[in-house]
């Protein structure tokens, strides 16, 4: 039998109340903390294009309205059921795209919690106990199970940190799970939220770091990140010495086009690993045969992964470049992401909380 400890739950968030509907107020109830929650006081909250996709409800999930989105949180503890061990009240924590599991599949036993049948997401999917619908970090408070909820290592900038939790995650775990280090060379496809910390990751953790880039006034910037070398994927040139250079390709594109003239540049048993999803990716099976390249992907990271994660984070300071905002800016910064107007990735403040009078802005997404 699961034990409840009663707290105040109020919550006061941004949500789309009908599919493609711009973000408004909305004040519900977190459920109650079980044995093993935490509750934590939302600080700051990153915005992911994901968050757009899903407000559109692009993929057809069965999504109820109101959706508060929001899955790269930050926040304190400030209170936790009788039995957490993990954290304790005043500790800085946060959470990504996962707070549930069915915690006895393979893969869950493996601490690769993120390729579960029975994914919970931080918000759209619905709790397993009492079957209500999960709102995301768009918010002022959320509950968790201690299982989904990370220490933040001490010394790091709190304000910087969140989009680890899914940008950074999404492209660090590829670049572990095939062995980049010293004397490989790392192609990153897409200079964007993603893009832009796998190249830091990449530099951090020793390898040769090439960028691909359609637009020559970037290259001075994308350097800055860490890349070694810029190569503008539209001169013929420039792509045709990089044949057979690439070790590992990170592909963060989420529209469609044509994959092969980046495909050509990995090297032999080399890797191309999409992780930008949203489009369908258009292939010659010829340029895999060819040099026996290997196309993948990657969903994010495990809990175990999270955690070295953040600790590699911290050790080499790496944070994603972001932009700080306010709730009531919050509507525009959307529309600025889907024309990619950010360098690289949105941060919610929300310190200050969010209030429950209208916010700015009134687009359809």
């Known amino acids: 039998m699961t034990n409840t400890t009663h707290i105040n739950t109020e919550t006061h968030a941004l949500a789309a109340y009908e599919q493609h509907g711009a973000l408004k107020p909305f004040t519900f109830n977190r459920r109650q903390l079980r ?17 757009i996709h899903n407000i559109k409800n692009e993929a057809n999930r069965p999504f109820s309205y109101p959706l508060v989105p929001g899955h790269e949180i930050m926040g ?3 209170a936790v059921g009788p039995a957490v061990t993990t954290v304790s009240v005043g500790d800085a924590v946060l959470i990504g795209v996962q707070v549930d599991s069915c915690r006895r599949c393979e ?6 919690e993120v390729y579960c049948p029975e994914f919970g997401s931080t918000y759209g999917t619905k709790d397993r106990i009492d079957g209500t619908q999960n709102h995301g970090g768009f918010s002022t408070m959320y509950v968790a199970d201690e299982y989904f909820v990370f220490k933040m ?3 790091m900038d709190a304000s910087r940190v969140a989009p680890l939790m899914c940008a950074g995650a999404t492209v660090y775990s590829p670049l572990r799970q095939y062995g980049i280090g010293p004397g490989k060379t ?16 990449a530099r951090a953790m020793g390898a040769h770091v090439v960028a691909f880039t359609t637009s020559p006034n970037k290259i001075e910037e994308i350097k800055k990140l860490g890349a070694h ?15 057979g250079t690439i070790d590992l390709m990170i592909d963060t594109v989420s529209s469609s086009y044509p994959v092969d003239p980046y495909m050509w540049t990995v090297k032999f048993d080399g890797v191309y690993c999409s992780v930008g999803a949203g489009a369908r990716l258009d292939v010659d099976p010829l340029v895999l045969m060819l040099g026996r390249r290997k196309l993948t992907s990657s969903a994010g990271a495990g809990s175990d992964e999270i955690r070295e994660m953040l600790e590699f984070s911290a050790k080499h300071a790496v944070y994603p470049e972001v932009e700080l905002i306010k709730p009531d800016y919050l509507n525009t ?3 600025r992401l889907e024309k990619n107007d950010v360098r690289f990735r949105f ?19």
């Open 107 to 112: 893969r869950c036993k493996e601490h690769l």
């Open 347 to 365: 941060v919610m403040d929300l310190r200050k909380g969010i209030s429950p009078e209208r916010q700015n802005g009134s687009r359809q997404l």
């Open 76 to 78: 304190e503890v400030t």
């Open 153 to 155: 290592p001490n010394g």
């Open 186 to 201: 790392v192609g990153v496809l897409g200079i964007g939220g993603l893009g832009h910390l796998a190249v830091k990751y």
């Open 229 to 243: 070398e810029v190569v503008l994927s539209k001169d013929a040139a420039q792509m045709q010495a990089r044949v």
């Open 35 to 51: 044995d093993k929650d935490v509750a934590v006081r939302i600080l700051y909250a990153g915005v992911c294009h994901t968050d």
């Open 333 to 335: 910064a959307l529309e």
